[in-house]
């Protein structure tokens, strides 16, 4: 089946599902994962500067926040760990130089940026994501590693690529220690999910005459043919990702089932796939990155490959690529591409961004996107912002519900709801039932001559005002950490009354 076909296929589906009743148009809740990455490596995106002050720090985190609320997004992905160091308090690895301008000195007055961004995330009903660079120890800048780094504390595990330097994804001790970071951050931080990009073994270097530099393993592949091993080095080098990919995934699932596991993989899987297509690396083969196994086996909750061309690229057309990917979705996963909003200039209309969005909500198994990165959003560069706001993010979305990632017998939160009326205002107020689980976020409704308006309230609100003129009826319901949504809650114009709902 063509890609075009594919598309008109998945579309009609669409609006067939769309147009069932219009009651259930009006009443419908958007779902969509609108994301953007905010990067702490080279300061890119946040903080601005190492060393800033800490309140500038949580002030510029704060106006970020409340950009992407105003945007009507959904969640940030926060770089966390982008260098085998920590933008959050570790008992493993030190202070990240991008944080403080010194490896290993903590912020002074103190506070933990991941606690702070958590907390502040999800006042604005952001879900929060923690992203973390697996094997990076240092990329090139010539700051000092303090005394517990890794390149201090280990350096028989760091491979020297040039201006890289490198945990060694062969050794299992790297893997052990990669796996506890994870466990670490997933126990101690609220967050949403837990988030890997595309550097896995480094992408590949070359020499004067463009000979590609070989990544300094040897000893290590050596060891583990001494020790039986029977794969010849590149498959040795993807098992070794593959161990990795799925130890995350089932360390994540183990400590807090609700917690994402994403992975944004380069966005071809290999030259020539889809045919036609051509990239200047092989994923697959040079940074041993088998993603549509990843995908195929379900060891991730989300994957976001970064589809960073736009739709009338020649080599690389946005359109063949995301079809590609989502035929290969067989277990349904989340499938939400990252498209490079930083591209936006001279060469790409901000208006490529909202056609690609538009496709992607063609994909019935898409459902999402991320933006790379936060900056342009941030900056309104070119008017983005603004137009995305007018065509594709005209009202808030809920995240999509993840069904596999729920534990069996797992119930929906339940409340009681109940209502008063103040000074000609609604003011309705409610409790958690004493065996519910909080809920992530809460949807109010309201209905104004027969039209339903929503709003998506923090899940730690336990009561809301509102002007109620002209307002028919008013509805609640509860919205959990896997993103299912409890029964609805009416609240009565009449007398007060109050009941429990699941």
């Excluded at 009443?27 to 905010?38: I, L, Q, S």
């Excluded at 050794?171 to 101690?188: A, C, G, M, N, Y």
């Excluded at 967050?191 to 480094?202: E, K, Q, S, T, W």
């Excluded at 409790?431 to 949807?443: D, G, K």
Aim: with cysteine.
């Amino acid at each position: 089946m063509t890609g075009r076909v594919f598309s008109l296929c998945l579309w009609f589906l669409a609006l067939a599902s769309l147009l069932q009743g219009s009651e259930a148009i009006q009443e419908a809740v958007p779902r969509e994962f609108r994301g953007a990455w905010v990067a702490s490596v080279y300061n890119l995106d946040w903080p601005s500067r190492p060393g800033l002050p800490v309140e500038e720090q949580k002030r510029e985190l704060c106006v970020l926040l409340d950009e992407a609320k105003a945007l009507n997004l959904n969640a940030i992905i926060l770089q966390v760990r982008p260098a085998a160091d920590a933008l959050y308090e570790s008992p493993y690895e030190p202070w990240s130089y991008y944080l403080t301008g010194k490896m290993g000195k903590a912020p002074e007055p103190f506070y933990d940026p991941l606690a702070y961004a958590v907390e502040q995330a999800h006042l604005r009903c952001l879900e929060l994501h923690a992203w973390i660079n697996p094997y990076r120890a240092r990329a090139g800048l010539d700051y000092a590693a303090s005394p517990d780094h890794v390149l201090k504390r280990h350096p028989e595990w760091i491979r020297t690529y040039r201006n890289l330097q490198w945990l060694d994804p062969g050794l299992p001790e790297v893997q052990e220690h990669v796996l506890k970071v994870v466990k670490d951050i997933v126990r101690r931080y609220d967050i949403d999910g837990l988030h890997i990009d595309d550097y896995f073994y480094p992408y590949p270097l070359y020499d004067k005459a463009k000979k590609k530099l070989e990544f300094p393993d040897e000893k290590t592949y050596r060891s583990y043919r001494d020790k039986g091993g029977t794969l010849g080095k590149d498959d040795w080098r993807r098992d070794n990702v593959n161990a990795m990919v799925k130890g995350m995934y089932e360390t994540i699932r183990k400590e807090k089932p609700w917690v994402k596991f994403g992975v944004s993989p380069f966005g071809i899987w290999k030259p020539g796939v889809p045919a036609g297509t051509m990239a200047y690396v092989d994923a697959c083969e040079h940074l041993y990155a088998d993603s549509r196994r990843w995908l195929q086996e379900g060891w991730l909750d989300y994957c976001a490959p970064q589809l960073y061309w736009s739709r009338d690229s020649k080599l690389q057309p946005f359109e063949p690529l995301l079809t590609w990917w989502a035929l290969q979705n067989s277990k349904s996963r989340h499938l939400w591409p990252g498209i490079a909003s930083e591209r936006v200039g001279a060469q790409r209309r901000p208006d490529e961004m909202v056609g690609q969005i538009m496709l992607t909500r063609l994909r019935l198994e898409s459902g999402g996107h991320i933006h790379w990165n936060m900056k342009p959003l941030l900056n309104n560069h070119l008017g983005l912002g603004t137009l995305l706001k007018k065509k594709v993010y005209e009202q808030p979305a809920l995240v999509p519900e993840s069904p596999w990632m729920v534990p069996d017998k797992q119930p929906v939160p339940s409340f009681i709801a109940g209502k008063k009326v103040e000074s000609g205002q609604w003011r309705v107020s409610w409790v958690m039932a004493p065996e519910s689980l909080p809920p992530f976020c809460w949807i109010w409704r309201e209905k104004q001559e027969g039209v339903w308006t929503f709003q998506i309230l923090p899940g730690t609100v336990r009561s809301f005002s509102q002007n109620g003129a002209g307002v028919s009826e008013i509805q609640i319901a509860a919205v959990d950490r896997y993103g299912r949504i409890s029964s609805w809650q009416k609240v009565e114009v009449a007398p007060w009354q109050a009941q429990t709902t699941r």
